[in-house]
Structure formats: C-alpha cells, structure tokens
C-alpha cells in the first residue's frame, strides 16, 4: 500500500491542507483563510473532517500522518505557543488536538523549521547536512539544519535569528527587545525604512505613488531605477549580511537559503546581502558558503515541510 | 586488555601529554615548553618518541589512538591552520604526522572543542544533549554540542563565538574585523578595557600597584574592594551576557559553561554576566539555561578532551 502524508500550513492570511506523496508530488491540497476559525476548536473541527473525509476517498493510500507547520510551533510540545500573528491565544496543544479527532498520528513544527524540512526533502540542500534556511516574510523566522539534523536546541525555540541584535538599541521589536534583526530584515522592516529614508530625503520617489505601500511597491520601484528604493534594498542587505556573517562564523553552513515575500527581490536583496556577508566573514570562511534563493514554490515549501515531519517513516 | 587513550593538549605557552583511562583518571603524563618547538618536526620527532618508549612500559593496555587539542584545530582535516599563537606557520597536517610516527590512529580538534569533549564525557555536561563550552582565556574560544554532537558546520571551523560582532565599529580585533566579541570578553580584552576605564578616571585604583597588570591583577583588586576593577568586571560581564543571550536564541542550549582564565573570578564575573544575559534574553528562553564554571581542573580539561577524540571506541 503506497504511504503519503497531510501537511497542514498556518499562516497569519491563509491554511494550506495538503496530501502529498514522498516524492513531494500534491495528490489534493485544500486552502482555507485563517479569520474564518477564531476559535481553534472550530478549526480543528472543521480541518479534521476535512481530513476524514478525503482520508476515504483516497483509501487506496496509507496515510502515515499529519505534519503541521505554524507560527512559533514547538516540535517538542507539539503546541503553538503565543503566537503574535494568530488569534488564537496562549499555548494551543495542536497536535493533540488533530490526533484525538483524526486518530492519526500529528507532528507540529514551527514554520520557518517546515521550510527547511521541504529545502531538506524537496529542493536544493537534499546533499547537504549544514544549512540555514532564512523565511523573509512579516516577521524573519528561520530553520536551521546541523549535522543532517533540525537545530532545535533543548526547548524546542532554538534558531531564532530574528531576534538577534542587529543594530545596537536600533528598532523596538515585538518581542520586547530593540535592534533585532527582524526588525530590519522583513517586509515589515523594509518598509520602515524606506519610510525613514523617504522623511529625510528631499528628492521624489516612484515608491510614493502607491499610497500605504508595501515591500513589493519598493521592488518594483527598484526595478524601474528609482534611486531610494535601491538605497532601501541595499541597506536591507547591508544589515542581513552583517548578521549572516555571524551566523557563518557560528553554524559554517554550505548554504543559506533566503525564502518568502521579500526574498522574491532576490535578484536585487542577494547581491547586496552577500557583499555584506562576505565584507565582514572570517577569512577561514570565505568561498565557503552561498546565499542561494529556494527551489520550492513558496506556497508549497510550507506545506511540503509540514508534511515532511510524519515521512521519515515513509 | 584495558583500553586507554593518549591525549595531548597544545597551548600557546605549553603542551601537555597524558594517557587517560576511559573514566578520565590520568596514568601519566608529561609537560612540555610549546617554544622548545619552533620547528613542528622536532615536536613530532620528540613527542612520538616519548609516546612510543611509553606505551611500552604501559603494554598491559590498548592504546586506542593519539587525541589533540590545538589553536586552530581542524577536525575534518586533522591540521592547525594558521594558528596565531603558535610558530608553526601554514597549514599543519599535525594527525598525519603523528599516524605516520607512531602508527596510531590520531584525532585533531580544536582548543576549545576539546574543553567542550571533556566537559561532556567526565564534567556537568554528561546527562546533557545542548551545551556551549566558552574558553575565556587569551583569545575566547567556545565548543558547542547540538542534538548530542559536537557542532563542526561544513568546514570544521563552525563555533566561533569569539569573532561574533559585539560592539558595532568596536574594537581592532587580530581577526581583521572591528568589534568581536573577544576583544572585550577575553583576558586581553579585560586589560583593555582596564586601562580605558584607568585612562579616564581621576580615582586611584589597586589594578595600577601592579606594574603591566595582568587580568587576574582585576579580580584581585576587585574582590579587595577596588571600584574601578569591579566596574570593569561588570562592563565585561554585561558585554559577554548580551552575546550570550543572542546565542541562547540560536543554540537554545541547557547550559553555558565558562572556563579559562577569566573564567577563574566566576564569582564576580559570573552574575554580571548572567545579568545581562537574562535581562536581554527572548521570554521563551527565561529560566530555561544557566552560566556554570566547569566542574573540571583547568589543566586537566583540554588533555582529557583531547584523549575523548579517540575514546568513543573505548
């Protein structure tokens, strides 16, 4: 009987729900917004029959579980624990939830930890052992490979490179601190920037005719020669590369992988994120690692990851 | 027969050579002037001798190969590459040399690795999977086992916690950068800051009654009650601290160990640091690590991490 795994993606906007086969192939995948379910017991109750009910129709598979990626997952616990981004408050023992109404199986792991799965299993670090893969969305998250293994440390929370100091009482961060990396490197962060740039500058910006503008409108500035959106970018790159460099001296990785909404500027943000981290690199480092875009379509690396957790035993 | 390991442990001023029992008690050893050496020929010349005419009083046991702690140490290659406190120049292929000498099997790892090895086979560290060993002594080194394995990255060279930017612009470091960690969290970096703090007091203070003070000549004047000492104890202390709690949100480890010579006024330098590690630490991390002084003797505990490289057969 031919095994396959559900990945359940939790996302700030959208829930992905996925059957997907070990070689990373979709049999049936499902999409959801996130506001429909403010309590999680509506949406384990929906999702689970979902699940039931799909699970028979594809009753020619074995289905081996159910992995689920979500903000501030915590793979030992199998809970999401106060994540900011969800209405869905305190620790919610996830998981659990999904295997008493399913009976199957469930694995949960933070986002970030999903993508690196699915860069492990699906896309371009399958030979690798050392990685780190960087998601640039509303906040920075990242998944960290050691050895061939996950980095989760002894709580479960290791690899938050996020909430690293980056700038020296820089930015007032969400988690309380200031300077952290993500509030510089994240669509949130860039568009602060721009916003600072923008206050000092005298000269006109193509980045000022979309009103409330986001981290795409500063690309799509960029791209069409706008001199401020270029600097923003730059500087974006400047920072994250910084941190990069100190985050090379720590894991030696063969590869860091820059994923989500603002690592799409890729062509612009990694030329300047890699001259940075290259400038301020141990020499017995240099030539040692590459800043690479992911392989994976970013809807489904998430997915993909998540559904990666319950296939090792595959 | 009974199986034993030799280790030897090189350090800037000596090297130190024992042959080990699986349960780290010493059989013997021997103590060497790392400057009688300024060729590494002699030394292997020298020391593979002693090894050899030894092992044959000690023929009631099985030797089950040479471990070595050096500067610069490379696991995956087995050379010193480029250590700055040692004559030898280049790139060291130093297990090669010793294999070929006295036909044993030889293991190479860094300094600080080696502290990290021995703190996790006969210290603290026996019952735990995350740690981080920080060496304070003339540089800052560190040694750090993730998932129950030490972390060596791609290269060999992952860990180097000492050469993390802690002060953005700071100071010079050997390094070619500006600001590492180590120039402010070593021994070195102590007298600095020392002779700073000294450059722009107008009180007198016991640090100068020694002439070219040395690190410990802080400590002694701080437990004596001296201001200026125990200031800069807990500038040190803070700076160390705020770098720790980055590493906590990357590593997430157990522990954190400090040994070394800086390490020895852990009774000052300890809770300033980790007051500041604390204070600037992520809330999903509070509670979960703690800064311990290493349970082992500091002589001992590079020797015996040295011989643990060649113990995991034992």
């Given at each position: 009987m031919k095994k396959i795994a559900i990945g359940i993606d939790i996302g700030g906007t959208n829930i992905e729900l996925a059957w997907v086969?070990?070689?990373?192939?979709?049999?049936k995948n499902l999409s959801y917004k996130t506001a429909d379910f403010p309590q999680v017991e509506m949406f384990v109750e929906e999702i689970g029959n979902a699940i039931i009910s799909i699970n028979k129709e594809l009753s020619s598979f074995e289905i081996t579980g159910i992995g689920i990626g979500a903000p501030n997952g915590n793979y030992f616990t199998g809970s999401i624990e106060?994540?900011?981004?969800?209405?869905?408050?305190?620790?919610?023992?996830l998981a659990k939830l999904f295997e008493q109404k399913t009976n199957l199986k469930t694995q949960l792991t933070n986002d970030a930890n999903a993508a690196a799965f699915a860069e492990k299993l699906f896309g371009r670090a399958k030979q690798m052992k050392n990685f780190l893969v960087v998601t640039l969305g509303t906040g920075l998250g990242s998944g960290i490979f050691v050895n061939g293994e996950m980095l989760y440390g002894s709580t479960g929370f290791a690899g938050e490179l996020g909430h690293t100091t980056a700038i020296e009482s820089g930015r007032k961060c969400g988690c309380g601190k200031k300077g952290c990396l993500e509030t510089y490197a994240s669509a949130t962060g860039i568009v602060k920037t721009a916003k600072e740039f923008l206050a000092l500058s005298k000269v006109n910006s193509l980045i000022t005719e979309t009103e409330n503008f986001e981290a795409k409108d500063i690309f799509i500035a960029a791209q069409n020669g706008d001199k401020l959106a270029f600097e923003t970018i730059k500087y974006t790159g400047e920072i994250l590369g910084k941190s990069l460099a100190d985050y090379v001296a720590l894991f030696s990785p063969e590869a860091i992988f820059l994923t989500g909404g603002l690592a799409k500027a890729h062509s612009l943000l990694i030329p300047e994120t890699e001259k940075a981290m290259n400038k301020n690199m141990l020499k017995i480092f240099k030539e040692t690692v590459k800043i690479l875009p992911s392989s994976l379509i970013e809807q489904n690396a998430g997915l993909l990851g998540a559904a990666a957790l319950v296939m090792s035993n595959i």
């Open positions: 086969k070990p070689d990373g192939s979709i049999i106060f994540a900011p981004n969800l209405k869905w408050e305190g620790k919610i023992e």
